[in-house]
Structure formats: C-alpha cells, structure tokens
Nanobody, 128 residues
Framework: QVQLDESGGGLVQAGGSLRLSCTSS????????LAWFRQAPGKEREFVAA????????YYAESVQGRFTISRDNAKNTVYLQMNSLKPEGTAVYYC?????????????????????WGQGTQVTVSS
C-alpha cells in the first residue's frame, strides 16, 4: 500500500521560512516525478513545484519562483519543500504527490491528473 506522509507545516510570520518533508512507503520512489501542490480555503488545489526522478530538473509556479526550493533524497524516500520569504497568501494545506510520468517542458507537471498518489496534506499558516 502506497503512502505519502507530509510533515513540517505550522504557523509562521510573513517573511519567515518553513521546510516541508514528504516521506513515502510502499512506492518505488526513485522512478516517480514528485510535486507539491497547495489548496487555500475556498480555492482550487494549485501546483507549487515539481522535481524529476533524478532531481536534476525542477519546475515552479511563478508565484513561488525564487522563494521556494524543491529537492529530493531518493535514499531516504523523501521530498522536501524549502519555503522562504513566506507571504500570507501562502496559507494553505500543502500536499505532496507522485506521478509516473517523465518530467519535461511539455509534460504538464502542473496538472493534478498527472499524479497517481497523494498525501493527506500539512497545514501552513502565514500570519501578517
């Protein structure tokens, strides 16, 4: 049974930092593209960042470019999201996701349909 478990969420002031982690079990971790999405209250779940199987390629939503960094450690079956300069509009539940597609420029990494497995999410609250 595949499981993705997010951790690291919490309450932080605007301008602060958080590091999210997502550890998997039951998944051939190193062959999956991994991503982070977020969902704010009353809004659609939106793409944040994705990373290729080897970690050599990353993509970011424009809203987080330059402030967030996605990384992975295949030996630990874990993907991370380092979030710096957080803004109040970053308040959301953050989800990690795994997809079996190859991450390329045209692979629609931002599309939820690309991902086969999802975690339960971790809450991030950014106070102003």
């Amino acid at each position: 049974q595949v499981q993705l478990d997010e951790s690291g969420g919490g309450l932080v002031q605007a301008g602060g930092s958080l590091r999210l982690s997502c550890t998997s079990s039951g998944l051939a971790f190193s062959i999956y593209t991994l991503a982070w999405f977020r969902q704010a209250p009353g809004k659609e779940r939106e793409f944040v960042a994705a990373i290729s199987k080897s970690g050599g390629r990353t993509y970011y939503a424009e809203s987080v470019q330059g402030r967030f960094t996605i990384s992975r450690d295949n030996a630990k079956n874990t993907v991370y999201l380092q979030m710096n300069s957080l803004k109040p509009e970053g308040t959301a539940v953050y989800y990690c996701a795994a997809g079996s597609f190859l991450l390329t420029i045209g692979s629609s990494a931002f599309a939820r349909r690309q991902y086969d497995y999802w975690g339960q999410g971790t809450q991030v609250t950014v106070s102003s």
